[in-house]
């Protein structure tokens, strides 16, 4: 696992809400010769007809990259974060099945009413023994079912 700390629900959505909350639209950089005077809706106070702003060149294009990819960059995180969760859902469902090898499952392939049932083989094979330990609507629905330990 990466060490990486990712952004929770929570941090993700304050992110959001300082991005909505601001100006939108594009920011520009407003310049005079040397200095930088705005850079979006932040402006210099004007002194005996100067002003400027007490920021660089890349600062400046940092503050407005920011300001206007802010949004995008939140987007891209939740349907990351989504599809991780399936992943990691899917994952726990096949180590399941990888951890539980003595189980069978019954299900009408005829009937689409007939609920999969997962049962525990006990046994040798001559004398087996079929523990019921789960049922549901799909086949997933049962093995979540068998995984938290819900019987029918």
Known sequence: ???????????????????????QGEWTIDRRKRSIIAIGPCT????????WLEVSEADAL??????????????DIDLLTAERDS???????????RDNRAVERE????????????????????DREWVKIAEGNT??????????GDQP
Not at 7 to 16: D, F, K, N, S
Not at 88 to 93: F, I, N, P, R
Not at 109 to 125: H, K, M, N, W
């Open 62 to 75: 940092y503050l407005k990259a920011s300001a206007e990819n802010l949004p995008k960059l939140l987007d």
């Open 44 to 51: 210099a106070d004007e002194y005996a007809g100067c002003a």
């Open 139 to 148: 086949l997933d629905e049962a093995v979540r079912a068998a995984m938290k």
């Open 1 to 23: 696992m990466s060490d990486i700390q990712m952004a929770t629900a929570q941090e993700r959505a304050e992110l959001r809400k300082l991005a909505e909350d601001a100006t």
């Open 87 to 97: 992943y990691e859902a899917d994952a726990k469902l096949w180590r399941w099945w």
């Open 107 to 126: 299900y009408g392939y005829d009937c689409e009413d007939v609920p999969v049932t997962l049962y525990r083989v006990e046994g040798s094979v001559n």
